[in-house]
C-alpha cells in the first residue's frame, strides 16, 4: 500500500541556517505529495503541494521538488527563522478518487526547532 | 481564519463512557474527514464522507461510528471508550475530488481515566 517516510523525528537548527526535511515515498500510481505543518496547539494546514507538472511550489521561504525518479518530495528553505519551529508533515494522496477519496497519508512527522 | 469548527476542544471521560464530538465547516466543501492523531502524533485517516455518505472506512474498532446529517456536518461518536482512545481527534473538509488540500479543524483532544 500507500506510504511516506520521514527519517527525521527533530531536527533542531540555528536561526539563518538551511532548512532540509526529508520525505520519500511509495505509491503504486503517481501520487500527489503535499507538506502540512502544524504549530503548538493549531490545526495542521497545507503548506506546500506538488504539482502535476515540473514546477516547484514554494510558500513562505519554504519549496520542494518531486522527483519521480527517487520518489521523493524533500522540504527546504534557505534560511531559518524562530518562527518556523513546528511539526511538519509529508502526505501523499491517491489520484484515484475512485479507490481513496483524498484520503491523505501521513509521514509520522518531523518537529523542527529553530534556536536563536 | 477558521473554517472548521469542533467542539468540544477538550473532554476526559472515564473507560467505559459514550462520548461524541461535533464538526462543522463554512467551506461549502463536499467531504469531510475524521483524523486520529496519537500521543506520538501520528496522524491517521478514520473515515472520510462526500455528501453524507461514507466512501472511506478504515480499520477502526466497531466502538467508533461516524454521523452525517448534511455534508457540512461530520460527528463522531464512541460508543464505550477505551485507554488507547486518548488522543487528539481532527476533523477536516476539502472539496470533491483527488489532489485537492485538506482544511483542518484544531481538534478535540480526548482523556480516557
Known amino acids: 500500500g500507500d506510504s511516506v517516510t520521514q527519517t527525521e523525528g527533530l531536527v533542531t537548527l540555528t536561526e539563518g541556517l538551511p532548512v532540509m526535511l526529508n520525505c520519500t515515498y511509495q505509491s503504486t500510481y503517481s501520487p500527489f505529495l503535499f507538506w502540512y505543518v502544524q504549530h503548538l496547539n493549531e490545526a495542521p494546514k497545507l503548506l506546500l503541494k506538488s504539482f502535476t507538472d515540473n514546477k516547484r511550489p514554494e510558500h513562505q521561504g519554504f519549496h520542494a521538488t518531486l522527483h519521480k525518479s527517487s520518489s521523493s518530495f524533500h522540504l527546504q528553505k534557505s534560511s531559518a527563522q524562530l518562527s518556523d519551529s513546528a511539526l511538519y508533515y509529508c502526505?501523499?494522496?491517491?489520484?484515484?478518487?475512485?479507490?481513496?477519496?483524498?484520503?491523505?497519508?501521513f509521514g509520522i512527522g518531523t518537529l523542527l526547532s529553530v534556536k536563536p | 481564519e477558521t473554517a472548521v469548527f469542533q467542539t468540544p476542544n477538550y473532554h476526559v471521560t472515564q473507560v467505559g463512557n459514550e462520548v461524541s464530538f461535533n464538526c462543522k465547516q463554512t467551506l461549502g466543501h463536499d467531504t469531510m474527514y475524521w483524523y486520529k492523531q496519537d500521543s506520538k502524533k501520528l496522524l491517521k485517516i478514520m473515515f472520510s464522507?462526500?455528501?453524507?455518505?461514507?466512501?472511506v472506512n478504515e480499520t477502526v474498532p466497531r466502538r467508533f461510528s461516524p454521523q452525517s446529517s448534511d455534508k457540512a456536518h461530520l460527528n463522531l461518536r464512541i460508543k464505550s471508550v477505551e485507554p488507547e482512545d486518548s488522543a487528539v481527534y481532527l476533523c477536516?473538509?476539502?472539496?470533491?475530488?483527488?489532489?485537492?488540500?485538506?482544511?483542518f479543524g484544531e481538534g478535540s483532544r480526548l482523556i480516557v481515566v
Open positions: 464522507y462526500n455528501n453524507k455518505q461514507l466512501i
Open positions: 477536516a473538509s476539502s472539496p470533491t475530488g483527488s489532489g485537492n488540500t485538506l482544511y
Open positions: 502526505a501523499l494522496s491517491d489520484r484515484d478518487y475512485g479507490s481513496s477519496g483524498n484520503k491523505l497519508i
